[in-house]
């Protein structure tokens, strides 16, 4: 039996954030190695032709109410953004370009800035101020995720 489990993950996922926050309290006490893959939700969306449940009121509805169910239930501190939903396309970029030991914080960061503090991550400035936690220069950053390299990246999936 395998030990691992590939955790395919969008910032602007609030089932994303609730399951990275379950995986941070099992890492806690198991011997799991939790492989973190990024992806783009909404080109995945849009590869599949089907629209996101965020665009279909009742699906909307019935995702706001499951996501604050199981946060909860499960003791996570959860928001529904007001600006639900944005496009998530620099921040997963984001995730690529940081060093690898600054991963799991930048996505603690961004993770808990959309969906328990409900910032507007669309804001250059506000997205800025939190690279700042990070210790990264948010114009080198915003002009490296720009990169082809960057963008080719976030087109694998693992």
């Not at 783009?40 to 509805?61: D, E, Q, R």
């Not at 997963?92 to 993770?111: A, P, S, W």
Request: hydrophobic fraction near 40%; aromatic fraction near 14%; include cysteine.
């Amino acid at each position: 039996m395998n030990n691992y489990v590939d955790f395919y993950f969008d910032i602007i996922s609030p089932y994303s954030y609730i399951a990275h926050k379950k995986i941070q309290k099992i890492r806690e006490n198991q011997k799991i190695t939790f492989n973190y893959k990024p992806m783009f939700l909404g080109g995945l969306h849009n590869l599949a032709g089907i629209s996101a449940p965020a665009f279909n009121k009742f699906k909307m509805k019935n995702m706001q109410n499951d996501c604050e169910l199981v946060s909860k239930k499960n003791n996570i501190s959860f928001i529904w953004n007001s600006k639900f939903p944005i496009n998530s396309l620099s921040l997963m970029r984001g995730y690529l370009h940081v060093n690898e030991d600054q991963k799991e914080k930048y996505l603690n960061i961004f993770f808990n800035a959309y969906w328990k503090d409900n910032l507007d991550l669309t804001s250059e400035d506000e997205v800025s101020k939190l690279l700042e936690a990070l210790s990264i220069d948010s114009e080198i950053f915003f002009k490296e995720i720009k990169l082809h390299k960057i963008k080719n990246n976030l087109k694998k999936i693992n």
